[in-house]
Nanobody, 116 residues
């Protein structure tokens, strides 16, 4: 079981940057993939970026070139560096972990990002 706690959200001006962090005390790189999702008001949750158990990262086309996902396996932390933020990036951002063996997915509580 992995517990996830996000931090780093907030309000930022258009074109600004934020760095989200996710603490995952029970995470092990070989057993879980990690990802960031976001949910805009009134819309379905969507994947933003993820890192597999093989360490390969993927980023959604909508944020490619602006967002970077990274992890510190030793510290059991996941990061999302968000640059050139736009109003359409306003959403609640969630950290997620998926167990490679079972497929079970775990979620953090979410952190609000507001761009205006």
């Amino acid at each position: 079981h992995v517990q996830l706690v996000e931090s780093g959200g907030g309000s930022v001006q258009i074109g600004g940057s934020l760095r989200l962090s996710c603490a995952a005390p029970g995470y092990t790189a070989s057993a879980y993939c990690l990802a960031w999702f976001r949910q805009r008001l009134g819309q379905a949750r969507e994947g933003v970026a993820g890192i597999g158990t093989d360490g390969v990262s993927r980023v959604a086309d909508s944020v490619k070139g602006r967002f970077t996902i990274s992890r510190d396996a030793a510290k059991r932390r996941l990061y999302l560096q968000m640059n050139s933020l736009q109003p359409e990036d306003t959403a609640v951002y969630y950290c997620a972990a998926c167990a490679a063996a079972s497929g079970l997915r775990y979620w953090g509580q979410g952190t609000q990002v507001t761009v205006s």
